[in-house]
């Protein structure tokens, strides 16, 4: 029987039901017996004044006079939150697994069952660990994610998002440095053979590509990486959002887009794998937005792809124009030439 560990999303076998031990991450994790009569749930004790928001994998605190079912569920002890659509009755949100039970799509869960992300609880798990675990459920379970993810904390999703791009621009600016500044050198070698002049090359042609490949410019890029990655971030929700509105698909506001595109934009720390990170990171970055998009402002998978993919095509159709305006301008000049 297979068992996920609702704290790391890792699976492991086991043969019994009960108290499980994760051996991945060592949290504890209760597999339901599907055959057992259902208990009802123990009501929770409210929070005490100054904790922090319950992290991804805890069952969430039901908000201040969140006690009777919605209209429409199934009875409920008096008091209780209703369980999330497609899990079984009697069953918490904190369990991981439900045995052999085959998957079943989840709809939106009602108001008050949204989690924070392992990333919001940073200051208690670590910021390596919570970025990592948090990274991980973006990239590979990004509908259940994204569908249970507390919108009201989009801070800690700008946060993410600029510390991966910011951190993936690095390594693309240094790999640009140390290939430009070999190349420059062999081109200078083998233009330093060449006599300057009128039929020759001019040399501060070679000065000027220099010019850009400096230490200086290359550590000012570096210093202003993580203002250009939080502009880009903004720029990007905002875009999709005011698409969003024109489709009229946004009613949960601003912050649900900028959660969506800000865990979204962790993937760009793939940029750090050279020549083929940044393709790669990009069209993932579009898989996840979309469907991101779509949990989050609860809009759906169609109004969320076009919100996401008619700004890339914008841009595609004016680099198209401009490449071919400079190909019919080369195209004029060589025919005059003759």
């Not at 209703?82 to 085959?102: I, K, V």
């Not at 990239?139 to 259940?144: M, N, S, V």
């Not at 993410?160 to 951190?167: Q, S």
């Not at 020549?275 to 169609?302: D, M, N, S």
Request: charged share 10%; with cysteine; aromatic share 10%.
């Amino acid at each position: 029987m297979l068992a996920r560990c609702a704290r790391c999303q890792n699976t492991f076998t086991t043969d019994r039901f009960g108290i499980q031990t994760c051996p991945h991450c060592g949290s504890e994790v209760l597999l339901s017996d599907p055959n057992a009569p259902a208990a009802p749930p123990a009501q929770p004790a409210p929070p005490a004044p100054g904790t922090s928001s319950p992290s991804w994998g805890a069952p969430p605190a039901p908000p201040p006079g969140f006690g009777a079912p919605p209209p429409g569920a199934g009875a409920a002890p008096p008091g209780a939150p209703p369980p999330p659509p497609g899990r079984p009755p009697g069953a918490q949100p904190s369990e991981g697994g439900w045995g052999s039970a085959p998957h079943r799509p989840v709809a939106p869960p009602p108001p008050g069952w949204e989690r924070s992300a392992p990333f919001v609880d940073r200051s208690r798990i670590g910021f390596l660990a919570s970025y990592v675990q948090t990274w991980k459920l973006v990239a590979f379970d990004p509908a259940q994610f994204f569908r249970y993810v507390r919108i009201a904390e989009s801070r800690s999703a700008v946060l993410f998002g600029v510390v991966a791009l910011t951190l993936g621009n690095w390594f693309q600016t240094l790999y640009g440095y140390a290939v430009s500044s070999a190349a420059v050198g062999l081109f200078d070698d083998m233009l330093g053979k060449i006599p300057q002049g009128r039929m020759g090359v001019d040399h501060a042609l070679v000065l000027a590509l220099k010019s850009r490949t400096t230490f200086a410019g290359v550590l000012a890029q570096l210093v202003m990486a993580p203002l250009a990655a939080l502009f880009v971030l903004y720029l990007t929700a905002g875009v999709m959002h005011l698409l969003l509105l024109l489709f009229r698909a946004a009613p949960r506001g601003f912050d649900a887009t900028l959660t969506a595109v800000g865990y979204a934009f962790g993937l760009f720390v793939l940029q750090a794998v050279p020549v083929c990170g940044y393709p790669v990171a990009a069209i993932w970055f579009l898989g996840a937005v979309i469907l991101g998009l779509g949990e989050t402002q609860r809009c759906g998978p169609g109004k969320a792809a076009a919100a996401a993919l008619l700004p890339l095509g914008f841009v595609c159709f004016c680099c198209g124009g401009a490449v071919a305006t400079m190909l019919a301008g080369l195209g004029t000049i060589s025919s005059q030439g003759e």
